[in-house]
C-alpha cells in the first residue's frame, strides 16, 4: 500500500465535497487509490471531526469498560467515542495493554530483587 500524498488527500476531500461517499466514483477519478482505500482514508484521517490527540485518561478508562462488554470490536467501541477513529480507539487500548504489562514485569523484578535482600 502506497503513502498518500497531500495531494490526494485534497483531491479526495474535495470530491467527497461533490459525490458524497461514492467511493468507486472517487477512485476512478483520483485513479490512483481503490474505493476501499479512499473510504478508509476518509473515516481514519480526512473526515471532519475526528480528535487527533492522544486519548484523555477518561478516554482510555471508556475504552477499557467498553473492551470488557465488546470484546475487540473497535467499531462498536469507538461509537461510545464520537470524535476518534475505531484505529486509533484499538491503538491506544494495545499501547495501554502493553505499558500494564511493562509495569507489571517491573514489579515482579523489583519484589524478587527486595525478596532476596
Known sequence: MSKWSSQEDAAVINLYDVYGAQWTIISNILQTKTAQQCSQRWRNALRLGINKRPLTASERETVKRLYRVHGPRWN????????????????????????EKRIRAQMSVNRLLNWRC
Open 76 to 99: 462498536r467501541i469507538s461509537l461510545g467515542l464520537p470524535d476518534r477513529t475505531p484505529n486509533m480507539v484499538k491503538t491506544s487500548f494495545q499501547e495501554s495493554q502493553a505499558e
